[in-house]
Structures are given as structure tokens and as C-alpha cells.
Nanobody
């Protein structure tokens, strides 16, 4: 059974940083695309970043580009999302998600990601 569990969220001041972690039950970065989404109150869930093993590339949404960094460690079964220069508009629940085995390409469609963690809250406020 695939399990994803996020941690590392919290309250941070504008301009601050956080590192989110996603512990996966059987992480294999070469076998599928894996990424981070977020959902702010009253808004739809949106892709933040995604790693595509087949392309060897990491994709970032416009708001995340140059501020957030996705990385992964197969040995630790963990994927990270390092958030820097945080803004109040980054406040949201952040979710780790992955596609099924064999689906190597990233997508910004929530429905393309079959496995999800429960999320971790990030609040950016002074």
C-alpha cells in the first residue's frame, strides 16, 4: 500500500523559509513522477513542483520558480520541498503526490496523481 506523509509545515514570517518533507513507503524516483501541490482556502489545488524521472527535470509553477526547490533521496524514502522568500500568498495546505508506476511525466492535473498524503499546513504571516 502506497503511503505518503508530509511534515515540516508551520507558521513563518514573510521572507522566511521552511523545508517540507514527504516520507514515502516505497520511494522510487525512477519509476514515476512525483510532486508537490498546494491548496489555499477557497481555491483549487494547484501544482507547485514536479520531478519527471524520464526527463530528468524538475518543473516549477510560476509562483514557485526561483523560490522553491524540490529534491529527493531514494535511500531515505523522502522527497523535500524547500521554501524560501515566503509570502503571505504562499499560505496553503501543501500535499505530496505521485503518479502510478510507469507514469514518468509530470502533469498539472490533480486527477493524474493517484496517491496523496494528508497535507501539511504552511502559514505565512507576521
Amino acid at each position: 500500500q502506497v503511503q505518503l506523509v508530509e511534515s515540516g509545515g508551520g507558521l513563518v514570517q514573510p521572507g522566511g523559509s521552511l523545508r517540507l518533507s514527504c516520507a514515502a513507503s516505497d520511494l522510487s524516483l525512477e519509476s514515476y513522477a512525483i510532486g508537490w501541490f498546494r491548496q489555499a482556502p477557497g481555491k483549487e489545488r494547484e501544482l507547485v513542483s514536479c520531478f519527471s524521472s524520464s526527463e530528468g527535470k524538475t518543473y516549477y509553477s510560476a509562483p514557485a520558480k526561483d523560490r522553491f526547490t524540490l529534491s529527493g533521496d531514494n535511500a531515505r524514502n523522502t522527497v523535500y520541498l524547500h521554501l524560501t522568500s515566503l509570502k503571505p500568498e504562499d499560505t496553503a495546505i501543501y500535499f505530496c503526490a505521485r503518479r502510478p508506476h510507469g507514469y514518468y511525466f509530470c502533469s498539472d492535473h490533480v486527477s493524474d496523481f493517484h496517491f496523496w498524503g494528508p497535507g501539511t499546513q504552511v502559514t505565512v504571516s507576521s
